[in-house]
């Protein structure tokens, strides 16, 4: 079964510093997302992204974070300077359709981001 | 946005059918209904959307009543596996940012 993947899964970093998050959608699919998730809380949504640019972004996603696809297969969330309640789960989702036309979302496994 | 309001936590049997209510009186014209399960440590997992009435797959059905302010995720005959937390989404078509994942319901199913 084609799946999203995500590296790395556990990072930690200083704050202050840059942090690249990545991920790899599904291949066929269209539409990428980001969400996080602080540990114990809600699966928030930061971002979607389609055709090269955003769709949507939420509250959360300020000028700290930016989303880029490089190429043709990876999909990049990077936070410029980190602070400590930047320290979340952050989930990436592909779907092939928009995000209630199927209403199926697909969530790699996730990358854990501690901000010291 | 429409609000969902779901149990905190249920606890089930193996083998039982377990049913999750999640109540969203506020849905509009346009918002579909979508579950999503998650794991520990894992992003969630899509189980099944509708609109209205009933949606069955292959893990399980979806309750709609005709004013659609709640709906009803159920599933038969759960297994110790299915211990996870149960999300409602309520939002309208293409709309990511308005697919608000609440606090979830925490099934347990015991042996």
């Known amino acids: 079964e084609p799946e999203v993947t995500q590296t790395p899964s556990h990072q930690v970093t200083q704050m202050g510093q840059e942090v690249i998050l990545r991920c790899v959608p599904i291949s066929n699919h269209l539409y990428f997302y980001w969400y996080r998730q602080i540990l114990g809380q809600k699966v928030e949504f930061l971002v979607s992204f389609y055709n090269n640019e955003i769709s949507e972004k939420s509250e959360i996603f300020d000028d700290q974070f930016s989303v880029e696809r490089p190429d043709g297969s990876n999909f990049t969330l990077k936070i410029r300077s980190t602070k400590l309640e930047d320290s979340a789960m952050y989930f990436c989702?592909?779907?092939?359709?928009?995000?209630?036309?199927?209403?199926?979302?697909?969530f790699g496994e996730g990358s854990r981001l501690t901000v010291l | 946005l429409a609000k969902t309001t779901q149990p905190i936590s249920m606890d089930s049997y193996e083998g039982q059918e377990v049913n999750i209510t999640c109540s969203h009186n506020n849905i509009a014209t346009n918002d579909y209904i979508t579950w999503y399960q998650q794991f520990p440590s894992q992003g969630p997992r899509f189980i099944i959307q509708?609109?209205?009435t009933k949606v069955t797959n292959e893990v399980a059905s979806l309750f709609i009543p005709a004013d659609r302010k709640s709906s009803t995720l159920s599933l038969p005959r759960v297994s110790l596996s299915d211990t996870a937390v149960y999300y409602c989404l309520v939002g309208p078509p293409g709309s990511a940012r308005q697919l608000t994942f609440g606090s979830g319901t925490q099934l347990t199913v015991l042996p």
């Open positions: 989702a592909s779907s092939e359709a928009g995000v209630f036309d199927t209403g199926e979302l697909f």
């Open positions: 509708g609109y209205k």
